[in-house]
């Protein structure tokens, strides 16, 4: 099980940047897929992006691609979403999730392949 505390959260104008970090507790981090999920209000909990244990492959979903990038630093059990270019409709609560798997070369983007979660952190963006 890995424990998972997001940060970086905020109210931004549309245009500007945000960048979320999630550090992790617990021995699975490294061997973990880590992804980004958000979640805006009367929606569903949406993939946003997801990089593999080594960091060797990145995943995004569509409508952030160009504008968002995912990272991790396993030596310090972190993982990272910058956020460029926000929008309006990128207004949300960003939750970090680390997979139920170990050492696997695919991103999921589907919520149940991810075991543990954070709490979540809240990213406003004004127009």
């Known amino acids: 099980q890995v424990q998972l505390v997001e940060s970086g959260g905020g109210l931004v104008q549309a245009g500007g940047s945000l960048r979320l970090s999630c550090a992790a507790s617990?021995?699975?981090?490294?061997?973990?897929?880590m992804g980004w999920f958000r979640q805006a209000p009367g929606k569903e909990r949406e993939f946003v992006a997801g990089?593999?244990?080594?960091?060797?492959?990145?995943y995004y979903a569509d409508s952030v691609k160009g504008r968002f990038t995912i990272s991790r630093n396993n030596a310090v059990n972190t993982v990272y979403l910058q956020m460029n270019s926000l929008k309006p409709e990128d207004t949300a609560v960003y939750y970090c999730a680390a997979s139920r798997g170990a050492f696997s070369s695919v991103v999921p983007t589907n919520p149940l392949a991810f075991g543990s979660w954070g709490q979540g952190t809240q990213a406003t963006v004004s127009s």
């Open positions: 617990g021995r699975s981090f490294s061997s973990s897929v």
């Open positions: 990089v593999t244990w080594s960091g060797g492959s990145t």
